[in-house]
């Protein structure tokens, strides 16, 4: 069964898009990441099957990989150890199983770490109006979708609602400080060359993603999601032809379905979305199944989940 | 169990008799000039009504055929002989389009040389098969007419045991003034009924709609519509014990049908889908039974197929497939049915006491993906490879199978997609690549010998090239 909110003995401290944000106390929180599916900014009345576990469960493998390099918020994506952790979860257990997370609570900075290794989007928009990204110059001549060697740090503002804004790195400083961004921008890059490799080696290229940094008293720590479907651009390898826009791995079909609904005139593009057939919901699940057993090479363990 | 293999042979009695009626003119002709009841006569009734909106669309098939004597396989060495027969067969179908798409079995026409339709108004036209499955027991007929009836298709996923089932055929149309179908009444006894023959050739039928309305070689490949008269299924006599006196009449769900329809309509054949999951079947006794209702053991993963690529492994359970729960093997081949070559469907499987979310990508049958060999533009043969081979059960270890036939070949021959070529005369084939030596090296030089397995059994046809 797919669950598209929850409604846990704990506070709530935010409802996002995706994901349900709780407190444990005052040093941990509880990520759910829901099967609610977002196309177009809006999100839809139907939950699609086991993507929230794939959101959390690829994070927490991700994070595996990364470890001793980086270090990140992440005390376990494991139900069994989050419920001997929060006891008062035990009701909720089966909801929760793949789809939670608990961790360290940091003190966010406010600013989306985004890491672009493929020149679309927003940052082909302002490269063929001037010629550069993040406010620097990148070469003459590239196409939509070019490969970007190396990738680069594109920071935005963390908006509260509507669209983050693209600010440039001289902005980070100012408000980070000038270590403190370049820190995050060779964390940054660490992590998204190193998931760039291995997800380009099983067909599927990250075309660019977005991490967030907090910090606590030992320091700076990578937290959030990280490099999954809905904080990155996933590409099929085996469809990638630069020059115009590329297909989505995992949102595909369902924006395909969602722009026939719309030139038909059956939805306005806004909240609330059209309800989406059996098939469409069936085929985006697959999807993030198959981004999360091509990734981590395992089919995802889906044993106690509701 | 036993219940299938004594269905086939029966069926096939009975399809004698019914030729034996025929000719024997054992039946009543509706009189000519006979008056039809008002429209507001009590005897009118939702039978009735159902029955006067799908009667323009059954037709009657008829065919021509020319049978094979199969020989025993070690004969084939030392020149064993084919024989002939000719025969005729009879059946329904129903229109499905306007233009002259007509659905009927595939038994109906298996093998037939000429196959012709008679519509209700008499009129008879001569078919083609567009394309035949005899997996399902579906064939498409193509007659060139135009503006004709055709016949409301309803769905088989909402079916209610207990509705009124009545399956139409129309086994006389040949004869005139005789053009009304025959129709037979019931209910839907049961729906998802999995029959299991017992020994050698006998099938397995999965998820058939169960009825006590009479299905009989005469109105096999007619429909089975239900009280609106929308068809709901398909009559399968070859599903079907003799002239259901015995109550268990069985019907392809029209679901399944439109599918195989549409695929036969597209490429002319049935996009085989392929996941490359063989069973295990369970042993008999208690054991067995209990097996029966914990989910599919996958005995062994096909190399190189969907679920190969996928991970799954030899001794995984499968508990689910899409929506539906997998108890058994035979649950398992309800789901193949209904998948499509290119579907995308998520299945459960158990492993070590945990449960993955496995996404597999179901594909074309290797036949249909593999290159092929073209010779003389008649036939289109691939090589025989393990994966073929187990995928569909193939003896030999070598040779080449048929992809597609030209209507010659196949009516001088006798050849049909599937089939496995294995021997020409005296040499055997090694791979698609020697037939074509073969046919171009020898044909100068007379008459050849074909020798090919179909169905586990090795069989010969003589051929000139001309
Ligand atoms: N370790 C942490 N400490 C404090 N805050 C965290 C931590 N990890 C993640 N967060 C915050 O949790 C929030 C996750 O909710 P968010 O609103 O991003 O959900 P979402 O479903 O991703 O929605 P959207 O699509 O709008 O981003 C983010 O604001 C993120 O900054
Ligand atoms: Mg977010």
């Known amino acids: 069964m797919a669950i598209a909110v929850t409604d846990l003995p704990l506070d709530l401290v935010r409802r996002g898009k995706v994901r349900d944000v709780y407190s444990v106390d005052g040093a941990r929180l509880l990520l759910v990441a829901t099967d609610r599916v977002s196309a177009f900014d809006v999100v839809m009345d139907e939950a699609i099957p ?21 270090s990140h918020h992440l005390i376990s994506a494991d139900i069994d150890e989050i419920v001997r952790e929060v006891p008062a979860l035990a009701p909720q257990r089966a909801e929760l199983a793949g789809r939670a997370s608990l961790c360290r609570r940091a003190t966010v900075f406010p600013i989306e770490c985004v890491i672009r290794g493929y020149l ?4 082909w928009k302002e490269y063929r109006a001037g010629g550069t990204l993040a406010g620097e110059p990148l070469p003459s001549g590239l196409v939509e979708s070019a490969r970007l060697d190396p990738p680069v740090f594109s920071p935005a503002t963390k908006a509260e609602s509507g669209h983050d804004e693209n600010i440039t790195i001289e902005h980070v400083r100012e408000v980070v400080g000038a270590e403190t961004a370049a820190e995050l921008e060779r964390l940054s890059l660490l992590v998204y060359e190193r998931g760039r490799d291995i997800a380009a ?8 993603t977005k991490f967030e940094f907090g910090y606590d008293d030992t320091g700076i720590r990578l937290i959030d999601e990280i490099l999954t479907p809905d904080s990155s651009r996933f590409w099929p ?3 990638y032809r630069p020059g115009r826009p590329q297909p989505s791995f995992d949102k595909q079909p369902l924006r395909d379905w969602l722009d026939a609904e719309r030139q038909a005139g059956r939805w306005n593009g806004e909240a609330p979305g059209p309800p989406l057939p059996p098939a469409i919901v069936a085929a985006t699940s697959h999807r993030y199944l198959d981004a999360f057993a091509r990734i981590t090479g395992e089919s995802l363990d889906t044993t106690g989940l509701a | 169990m036993a219940i299938v293999a004594l269905v086939a042979s029966l069926a096939a009695a009975c399809g004698d008799d019914a030729r034996g009626e025929l000719t024997g003119g054992g039946f009543a002709a509706r009189e000519a000039g006979a008056q039809a009841p008002a429209p507001n006569s009590p005897r009118r009734t939702v039978i009735t009504d159902a029955v006067g909106k799908i009667a323009p669309a059954v037709v009657t098939v008829q065919t021509e055929v020319v049978e094979r004597v199969p020989i025993d396989p070690f004969e084939r060495f030392f020149g064993g002989r084919t024989g002939e027969r000719s025969a005729a067969g009879i059946g329904s179908g129903f229109i499905t389009r306007s233009d002259g798409v007509i659905v009927t079995n595939a038994h109906v026409v298996a093998g037939a040389t000429r196959v012709s339709v008679a519509l209700r108004d008499g009129q008879t036209f001569s078919a083609r098969v567009l394309g035949f499955d005899e997996v399902n027991d579906l064939a498409v007929l193509k007659i060139d007419a135009r503006g004709l009836p055709t016949a409301r298709l309803g769905t088989s996923d909402d079916l209610l045991v207990g509705e009124w089932a009545i399956a139409l055929g129309n086994p006389y149309g040949f004869l005139l003034g005789n053009s009304e179908p025959s129709v037979t009444t019931g209910v839907v006894s049961g729906v998802g009924r999995n029959l299991v023959g017992q020994g050698q050739g006998a099938g397995v039928y999965v998820d058939m709609i169960q009825t006590d309305a009479s299905i009989n070689p005469g109105n096999s490949g007619g429909p089975l519509v239900n009280a609106q008269g929308e068809v709901i299924g398909v009559n399968s006599s070859i599903y079907s014990p003799s002239g259901g006196s015995i109550g268990l009449g069985f019907a392809i769900p029209i679901n399944r049908a439109k599918r195989v329809t549409e695929d036969l309509l597209e490429h002319g054949a049935v996009r085989r889908p392929w996941v490359g999951i063989k069973p295990q079947f369970p042993a008999a006794g208690d054991a067995g039974r209990a097996a029966l209702r914990s989910g599919v053991v996958v005995h062994t993963v096909v190399p190189g197929s969907p679920a190969a690529t996928a991970g799954i492994r030899a001794g995984d359970v499968l508990v689910k497939s899409r929506s539906r729960v997998l108890r058994n093997p035979y649950d398992w081949d309800a789901e193949l049915l209904e998948l499509r070559a290119g579907e995308r469907l998520t299945v459960v499987v158990r492993r070590d006491g945990r449960e993955l979310a496995v996404p597999i990508t179901v594909a074309d049958l290797p036949e249909v993906s593999a290159p092929k060999v073209q010779v003389m533009r008649e036939l289109e043969l691939l090589t025989l490879t393990p994966a073929i081979r187990t995928e569909r059960g193939v003896r030999s270890a070598r040779g080449a199978v048929v992809f597609k036939v030209s209507d010659r070949v196949a009516e001088e021959l006798g050849l049909q997609p599937g089939d496995v070529i294995v021997q020409i005369n005296r040499t055997p084939v090694e791979d698609a690549a020697t037939v074509e030596k073969l046919i171009s090296a020898q044909g100068q030089r007379g008459a050849l010998r074909l020798f090919f ?8 046809s003589d051929f000139i090239i001309r």
């Open chain 2, 453 to 460: 397995e179909r169905g586990g059994q090795v069989y010969s």
């Open chain 1, 201 to 208: 080696r099983r067909g599927i290229i990250i075309a660019d």
């Open chain 1, 50 to 70: 086991y993507k929230g576990a794939v959101l959390t469960q690829m994070t927490a493998w991700w994070l595996a990989q990364l470890e001793g390099q980086v």
């Open chain 1, 237 to 239: 390898a085996d469809e």
């Open chain 1, 120 to 123: 679309s989007g927003s940052a």
